[in-house]
């Protein structure tokens, strides 16, 4: 395993003293400054380039009536009203929306583009509880590979410009807890503890090995996944995204999440002893 890397302000930030001035004019050279180079942005272009060009091959096979019904969802009502444009080309062509419905699942997850969630919520309407809970984890896993791979590749420069105090945090705390990573991993995962999209990126960047990060992110993505595919059935009563994390819920995940971490703190308990 390679020694994990410290981020340092000056060498892995790439900032000077200047970025602590909290001046307007200091905030503002702040923001003007793109983190990626020349090569890393052909790279990153490249990369979605093909994704796209993935994608448009899919869609356009399509019937041009349902093509013209495909619309990402920003709200409940888009997403119902989705689902009923798309309920009966799902009963028809079974295996080209599938196909049609992962490639869009990764390519959101892989360039963080926001609204998997309605995704989510539309494979729990569509397909039921189970197929929409493997539908989901598999696309949710596949598309968090991807952007570990590409975070891999390029994005050091882009998530220490974005979050440099939360991922020095991260560090911290992976530094801390390598004879338990998986464990530690799990709890992120199962609990809102910090965003799935953080932990994509940074994952690579503070030398979390693959298969920790796979297998924590396989497993621990399940009881959300199941939440929201289960909210899918009801999306008729659903008013709101935030409806699906009430307190029940988030504490439900919480549980889940501390059972993870309990053999570490039961180790540090006789280590201690």
């Known amino acids: 395993m390679a020694p994990t890397r410290n981020l340092t302000r000056d060498e892995e930030l790439g900032t000077t003293s200047?970025?602590?001035?909290?001046?307007?004019?200091?905030?503002?050279?702040?923001?003007?400054?793109?983190p990626l180079s020349r090569?890393?942005?052909?790279?990153?272009?490249?990369?979605?380039?093909?994704f796209s060009s993935g994608l448009f091959c899919i869609y356009i096979?399509?019937?041009s009536a349902e093509l013209g019904k495909l619309k990402l969802p920003r709200s409940i009502?888009?997403?119902?009203?989705?689902?009923?444009?798309?309920?009966?080309y799902a009963n028809e062509y079974p295996a080209q929306f599938v196909l049609g419905y992962c490639a869009t699942y990764i390519f959101m997850q892989t360039f963080m583009i926001p609204g998997t969630i309605f995704m989510s919520l539309l494979a729990g309407a569509l397909f039921g509880v189970i197929?929409?809970?493997?539908?989901?984890v598999f696309n949710a896993t596949a598309g968090a590979t991807s952007c570990f791979f590409l975070s891999k590749l390029i994005g050091r420069p882009l998530i220490t410009w974005l979050w440099p105090e939360k991922l020095r945090f991260f560090q911290a705390e992976i530094g801390k807890r390598r004879d338990k990573l998986l464990n530690y991993m799990l709890f992120l995962r199962i609990t809102p503890t910090l965003p799935n999209l953080f932990i994509n990126l940074a994952s690579p960047i503070v030398d979390v090995p693959f298969h920790v990060f796979f297998l924590a992110t396989l497993v621990g993505l399940i009881p959300a996944a199941y939440i929201t595919v289960r909210a899918g059935l009801a999306i008729g009563d659903l008013k709101s995204v935030k409806d699906l994390y009430d307190f029940k819920t988030l504490s439900v995940l919480f549980l889940i999440g501390f059972i993870s971490i309990l053999p570490t703190i039961l180790k540090r308990k006789k280590i201690y002893e």
């Not at 090569?39 to 093909?50: A, I, N």
């Not at 197929?131 to 989901?136: H, I, W």
């Open 18 to 34: 200047d970025d602590d001035d909290d001046s307007p004019s200091g905030k503002r050279s702040k923001l003007d400054r793109f």
């Open 39 to 50: 090569s890393e942005l052909v790279v990153s272009l490249g990369v979605f380039l093909v």
């Open 61 to 63: 096979t399509m019937p």
């Open 77 to 88: 009502s888009d997403l119902r009203l989705l689902k009923d444009n798309l309920a009966s």
């Open 131 to 136: 197929k929409g809970v493997v539908l989901v």
